[in-house]
């Protein structure tokens, strides 16, 4: 069974970093894309950043210059580093794998990430 567990979430000041981290139960080369999204009270779940199997990355356009998305396939592992966190960027941030070849994609619980002013 295919699970993502997401860690490193919690509470920060306005300017601070936080390195989330999301670990697989298989070998992430078998995801064509993995992504993190966000979804803060009351709003739809939304793309923070994606990254390809070949590295090629996407941001949203809130986070650019301040996150960024990496992968170590050794550890079967992906990544997202925020610094110069906001207060809007707190949200319940998920962690995301999909295929290109298939329907079915595999999300994470979820981690908090709350950023006081």
């Known amino acids: 069974q295919v699970q993502l567990v997401e860690s490193w979430g919690g509470l920060v000041q306005a300017g601070g970093s936080l390195r989330l981290s999301c670990a697989a139960s298989v070998i992430i080369v078998v995801f064509d894309t993995m992504g993190w999204y966000r979804q803060a009270p009351g709003k739809e779940r939304e793309l923070v950043a994606s990254?390809?199997?070949?590295?090629?990355?996407n941001y949203a356009d809130s986070v650019k210059g301040r996150f960024t998305i990496s992968r170590d396939n050794a550890k079967n592992t992906v990544y997202l580093q925020m610094n110069n966190l906001k207060p809007e960027d707190t949200a319940v941030y998920y962690c995301?794998?999909?295929?290109?070849?298939?329907?079915?994609?595999?999300w994470g619980q979820g981690t908090q990430v709350t950023v006081s002013s």
């Open positions: 990254i390809t199997v070949g590295g090629t990355t």
């Open positions: 995301r794998g999909a295929s290109y070849s298939s329907p079915r994609e595999y």
